[in-house]
T-cell receptor
Framework: GENVEQHPSTLSVQEGDSAVIKCTYS??????FPWYKQELGKRPQLIID?????GEKKDQRIAVTLNKTAKHFSLHITETQPEDSAVYFC???????????FGAGTILRVKS | EPEVTQTPSHQVTQMGQEVILRCVPI?????FYWYRQILGQKVEFLVS????????KSEIFDDQFSVERPDGSNFTLKIRSTKLEDSAMYFC????????????FGPGTRLTVL
């Protein structure tokens, strides 16, 4: 079945700097890749997603890139702010079924 | 904006007891899911539900677990005989059509098994 690996496990950046989180997936037929942000004690919330027919998607300070050949996708946050501090999870949905398979998460700390 | 709701927010139970976790998905959504997150770990899929039946389940979802949509609004997860290792945050989620679009998560129920 699908397996999603996520790196790094923790990431500390200075306010205003960029942050990049990377994920790889194993099932080449997976075709939907969301990113969720989870603040302490709260629900995961979708921040951006990308489908396999697109290579890049941007929403203000957040962008996601997808490399289908290499089976990896990345989250890019520019001009980071303290409120970006949270745990970020990447996920993939395999071709068969509709379950989200999550990565292990990245704790992002933005230092002001 | 419509949200998925879950009750209770925290449930404490003794090992071997039955618990029922309740969820109200977003009203026009058709696909429902349960996930769990053991403290400090990744979110893990348990089960998906569509058209009044289980569409997919993980190996975690053994005979101790069951799901039900008892009426037009609620979606429940029952654990028949809880174990210590069932202690986790349980999230309900729903999506409008297939899973290949946003799944909206509820706030979670923290289950503590003593």
């Amino acid at each position: 079945g699908e397996n999603v690996e996520q790196h790094p496990s923790t990431l500390s950046v200075q306010e205003g700097d960029s942050a990049v989180i990377k994920c790889t997936y194993s099932d080449s037929a997976s075709n939907y890749f969301p990113w969720y942000k989870q603040e302490l004690g709260k629900r995961p919330q979708l921040i951006i997603d990308i489908r396999s027919n697109v290579g890049e998607k941007k929403d203000q300070r957040i962008a996601v890139t997808l490399n289908k050949t290499a089976k990896h996708f990345s989250l890019h946050i520019t001009e980071t702010q303290p409120e970006d501090s949270a745990v970020y999870f990447c996920a993939a949905i395999p071709k068969i079924g509709n379950k989200l398979v999550f990565g292990a998460g990245t704790i992002l700390r933005v230092k002001s | 904006e419509p949200e998925v709701t879950q009750t209770p927010s925290h449930q404490v139970t003794q090992m071997g007891q039955e618990v029922i976790l309740r969820c109200v998905p977003i009203s026009n959504h058709l696909y429902f899911y349960w996930y769990r997150q053991i403290l400090g770990q990744k979110v893990e899929f348990l089960v998906s539900f569509y058209n009044n039946e289980i569409s997919e389940k993980s190996e975690i979802f053994d005979d101790q677990f069951s799901v039900e949509r008892p009426d037009g609004s609620n979606f429940t997860l029952k654990i028949r005989s809880t174990k210590l290792e069932d202690s986790a945050m349980y999230f309900c989620a729903s999506s409008a059509t297939s899973g290949r679009e946003e799944q909206f998560f509820g706030p979670g129920t923290r289950l503590t098994v003593l």
